[in-house]
């Protein structure tokens, strides 16, 4: 079962807050993705953790912070974010050593006020 | 230039139609290609993947042209449910862990 899980579904947050943001995956996937779209835009990566230690930062703004746990899970801390960081949020794992095709979360859709 | 490039569309076709979709991408050291399907405000699903020799999945056919760096994607019998954004993706240029995401092409189909 290719079945990656986020939560919230959706995030309302002003500029102030912190947030966070979950996922999951049960299928030993060893490597987990978060990835940032914007409307009628591809998806553009942010992170990658490889064996749960970050492998690729793609020069992403402080106020995001990952987190890995274990290896099933990642988180996405949020704080201080600005409206232009309004987007959906994905999340995706792959098996490595297997191939390198990525399995999406349904994403959180932020908002920030 | 960018590393993915399709075709924005939309593509309008009737359903029964054969459609198709390009791709080029830039980094001649891509090793892995594959298309994904993404419905309106849903995550990308992955499709299939393209194998040098070309791969078929039903109604789907993907072929991939190394020497001229170009993906193709061939929908046969369009049904209404093929209507979404195709994203054509490629591995970056470190390695398998980053893919590069072309802007996606738009399909509609009517009946």
């Known amino acids: 079962d290719t079945e990656v899980t986020q939560t919230p579904k959706h995030l309302v947050m002003g500029m102030t807050n912190k947030k966070s943001l979950k996922c999951e995956q049960h299928?030993?996937?060893?490597?987990m993705y978060w990835y940032k779209q914007k409307a009628k835009k591809p998806p553009e990566l942010m992170f990658v953790?490889?064996?749960?230690?970050?492998?690729i930062n793609e020069s992403v703004p402080s106020r995001f912070s990952p987190e890995c746990p274990n290896s099933s899970l990642l988180n996405l801390h949020l704080h201080a974010l600005q409206p232009e960081d309004s987007a959906l949020y994905l999340c995706?794992?792959?098996?490595?050593?297997?191939?390198?095709?990525?399995?999406f979360g349904p994403g959180t859709r932020l908002t920030v006020t | 230039r960018k590393e993915v490039e399709q075709d924005p569309g939309p593509f309008n076709v009737p359903e029964g139609a054969t459609v198709a979709f390009n791709c080029t991408y830039s980094?001649?050291?891509?090793?892995?290609f594959f298309w994904y399907r993404q419905d309106c405000r849903k995550e990308p699903k992955l499709l299939m993947s393209?194998?040098?020799s070309g791969n078929e999945d039903g109604r789907f056919t993907a072929q991939l042209n190394r020497a001229s760096q170009y993906i193709s994607l061939l929908i046969r019998d369009s049904k209404l449910s093929d209507s979404a954004t195709y994203l054509c993706?490629?591995?970056?240029?470190?390695?398998?862990?980053?893919?590069?995401f072309g802007t996606g092409t738009r399909l509609l189909v009517s009946p």
């Open positions: 995706a794992s792959s098996p490595l050593g297997q191939g390198p095709e990525q399995y």
């Open positions: 953790y490889s064996y749960e230690k970050l492998s």
């Open positions: 993706v490629v591995n970056g240029d470190t390695g398998f862990q980053k893919l590069v």
């Open positions: 980094n001649s050291a891509s090793q892995s």
């Open positions: 393209v194998y040098s």
């Open positions: 299928m030993g996937h060893r490597a």
